[in-house]
């Protein structure tokens, strides 16, 4: 039986974020004890630069005011150019089209697997001319993009890999951390992200020359992009207990998509269980899901409107670059389809859902299904045969 969902529904136990649990409350109570937290230069800051160097393997960690920041910042420790080609997927973040551009530099778009945001490999070698200088590479939706591929191709034409792990900080691909497989990674803190400092972010390389080009580039008397010293410290305590909840997040994630059954919500993820493997661990900051093709964008639109009336934080997906800027700004391989499939059909489901118990977790499912059944099925409030 269907339960129409109203303002009135019940309130689900839904963590917030940032969670506040002991420790970030010591963290705060030692700064206000020390006077750490209003310093310009103080020990978090040198502290975590040691912590995301050792669980990532890399030689420098250079930290920054946000995750579009270490984009740029990577941009520039290439350095590239004014003409120079950058190629990224035609779905993806738009801060890093934008950084393309900031840089002076002109964006390639690729298409993505089908159903799927993940860059297409065949069109990533197709798009590679003499003028392509990097590739940026975003691991999207709780997806991972294959690494040793995109770094085979890369590598054998010349051209630098940016891998952006701003959405899956923890996770592991073919034994190695996201965002350590290309020449350089990047991190966000957004008041959002896995790990969070309301803003902030950080370049990962171990590539000498790539990490002073940064601290050059930054260093204007003083430091022009900062973290500071009180971000610096609540990330400390959220990285030792990420393993953990990525793992908790992984398992109601999969809970969650049995429980959707054949709803007609399908995952968008690449949803092997890898629980208990070493080698491959996903990470899941907003999971995707793709709905049914619909003439216009109402229904998916008044689907993620009634779900989070109900208290499911649920969201359309990213725009399609190629959908929401002019062609005179970027050059495109093909048609871009299956971009354009996810622009119109995907939807994000936020983690801290997943952070719920999993009896809260099935009732998402419920009501999930009830806001498809209500938009989507004959007989349902706007549904269509």
């Known amino acids: 039986m269907r339960v129409h969902i109203t303002e009135s529904s019940p309130i689900l136990n839904i963590p917030s974020w940032p969670i506040n649990d002991d420790g970030v409350r010591e963290v ?54 004014a003409g120079d080609e950058v190629i990224l997927a035609a779905y993806d ?51 991972l993009a ?32 996201a965002g350590t497989w290309g020449n350089v990674g990047v991190l966000s803190f957004g008041g959002s992200k896995l790990l969070t400092s309301g803003r902030g972010g950080a370049v990962l390389t171990s ?60 995952p968008a993820m690449n949803l092997a269980d890898t629980a208990g493997a070493v080698s491959n661990q996903p990470a899941f900051y907003k999971s995707a899901f793709m709905l049914p093709q619909s003439d216009n964008d109402n229904q998916r639109k008044q ?17 399609g670059l190629h959908r929401v800027h002019s062609r005179q700004r970027f050059r495109a391989v093909g048609d871009l389809p299956n971009a354009t499939q996810l622009h119109n059909r995907l939807i994000s489901l936020h983690h801290t859902a997943l952070l719920s118990s999993a009896e809260t977790v099935k009732q998402i499912a419920g009501i999930l299904q009830d806001c498809f059944e209500d938009r989507y099925t004959p007989g349902g409030v706007d549904g269509r045969v």
């Not at 801060?95 to 002109?106: G, K, P, Q, S, Y």
């Not at 054998?156 to 691909?173: S, T, Y």
């Not at 992009?225 to 953990?244: C, G, I, K, T």
């Not at 689907?303 to 725009?319: L, Q, T």
């Open 28 to 81: 705060f109570a030692q700064m206000l004890e020390d006077g750490s937290w209003g310093r310009y230069h103080g020990p978090h800051c040198e502290t975590l630069v040691a912590a995301l160097r050792k669980y990532h393997g890399v030689d420098h960690a250079i930290l920054c005011s946000s995750g579009t920041c270490s984009v740029e910042l990577a941009l520039r420790a290439i350095p590239v150019t």
């Open 93 to 143: 973040f738009k801060a890093n089209f934008v950084n393309v551009l900031t840089t002076r530099c002109i964006p390639v778009l690729i298409d993505t697997v089908a159903d799927y945001p993940i860059p297409d490999l065949q069109q990533l070698a197709d798009a590679i001319t003499n003028r392509t200088r990097a590739v940026i590479v975003s691991h999207l939706h709780g997806n």
């Open 146 to 177: 294959p690494m040793q591929e995109v770094c085979r191709i890369a590598a054998d034409r010349g051209v630098v890999v940016i891998e952006d792990a701003c959405q899956v900080p923890g996770a592991m691909l073919d034994g190695r951390r």
């Open 207 to 266: 590539d000498a020359q790539m990490a002073q080009r940064i601290r050059v580039y930054t260093q204007r008397g003083n430091e022009a992009y900062p973290l500071s010293e009180m971000q610096a410290a609540v990330l400390l305590p959220q990285l030792l207990q990420l393993d953990a909840r990525n793992a908790d997040r992984h398992q109601r994630l999969l809970e969650l998509v049995r429980a959707l059954g054949n709803s007609g919500i399908r």
């Open 303 to 319: 689907f993620c409107e009634s779900a989070r009336i109900a208290g499911v934080p649920v969201d359309p997906g990213f725009s």
